[in-house]
């Protein structure tokens, strides 16, 4: 049994579509939670009352045009309520918050894929985060045609989805430049074949880094 953590663990998963971060950052806090540890498991966007509005218009209804900017507010709205009610008092008690995405996704998407400004990117989540970052970082990085193919295997295709590979490829090749320039707390995880054999690569980073924390 593990023993009460003094100090909350934020951990957060990121990931070209299709990825696998949804299904692998569930099991990890069912693991967790298994191994005695207090765990909120999350995600982004949607994960407030306020949020499953944002997401419905960011990524459901195509009938709404949004430009580069409002996509980027309405993120950040999501983002800034999200830390409000879920991940800091979270963090505050003490447990383990997983996070199926945050703002290393905001840098690669909006940044790197749409190509808007970093600092304006930077400031914008700044206000939203409120000093709340990740401690951890799992990237899971597989080929932008693979994932996709996964992504849309039983369910239409989102509206960050239906974008052109190109994009796509240039959402890949952003994480993997934040992930070099992050001094270690970004974790690239390559995606196997097997979804096993993937989860096992991050349960061992994990698990190393908690022991460590």
């Not at 950052?25 to 949607?46: F, I, K, N, Q, W």
């Not at 900017?69 to 009610?85: C, G, P, S, T």
């Not at 206000?127 to 996709?148: C, K, N, R, Y």
């Amino acid at each position: 049994m593990a023993e009460k953590m003094k100090k909350g663990v934020f951990i957060t998963f990121e990931g070209p579509e299709g990825s696998g971060k949804s299904t692998h950052s569930r099991r990890l806090a069912g693991d967790l939670a298994d191994s005695g540890y207090e765990v909120v498991h999350t995600a982004e966007p949607g994960d407030t009352p306020l949020g499953k509005r944002v997401r419905d218009i960011l990524l459901e209804k195509d009938d709404i045009s949004l430009g580069p900017v409002a996509e980027l507010l309405l993120f950040e709205a999501d983002r800034a309520q999200h830390v409000e009610e879920v991940i800091k008092p979270g963090l505050e008690s003490g447990k383990i918050v997983i996070c199926d995405r945050f703002n290393t996704a905001t840098m690669a998407y909006q940044g790197y894929g749409l190509g808007m400004d970093m600092e304006l990117i930077r400031s914008v989540d700044s206000a939203a985060t409120d000093g709340v970052s990740p401690d951890l970082t799992i990237l899971l990085d597989l080929e932008v045609e693979t994932g996709l193919s996964r992504a849309n295997a039983f369910r239409q295709a989102d509206r960050m989805e239906k974008r052109d590979n190109g994009f796509h490829r240039r959402v890949r090749n952003g994480y993997l430049e934040l992930a070099a320039s992050s001094g270690g707390s970004i974790k690239v995880v390559k995606v196997r074949e097997e979804i096993q054999d993937t989860y096992e690569l991050i349960r061992k980073e994990v698990y190393a880094f908690i022991e460590g924390y």
